[in-house]
């Protein structure tokens, strides 16, 4: 579902659609590398970036930015990231 949506919007960002066919075939070879459900989550996370390159694809599979794509486990993380630094501010000013 975002895959498509990726390379259609990444083909509409060029002057000419054939300028990005390399572009296009890479993030499809990608799915081979890191399989197709990976290359599904980074697409989504490069268009919330609103970043649509074959690079930004590759870094975020690179990374592992695909693999935490669940909402709740993204608003645990921001909670318990909160909870530490109002932790340590009060240990700090004790």
């Not at 390379?7 to 890479?26: D, F, T, V």
């Amino acid at each position: 579902m975002f895959i498509p949506k990726n390379i259609s919007l990444m083909s509409l960002k060029k002057k000419h659609p054939e300028q990005s066919y390399k572009s296009c075939a890479g993030i499809l070879n990608l799915g081979k590398k890191f399989g197709n459900n990976r290359l599904e989550n980074a697409c989504k996370r490069a268009l919330d970036y609103e970043k649509y390159s074959y690079h930004m694809v590759k870094s975020i599979l690179e990374k592992g930015l695909d693999i935490f794509q669940e909402e709740s486990t993204y608003e645990e993380k921001k909670y318990l990231n909160i909870k530490t630094s109002v932790e340590d501010l009060i240990i700090n000013n004790n």
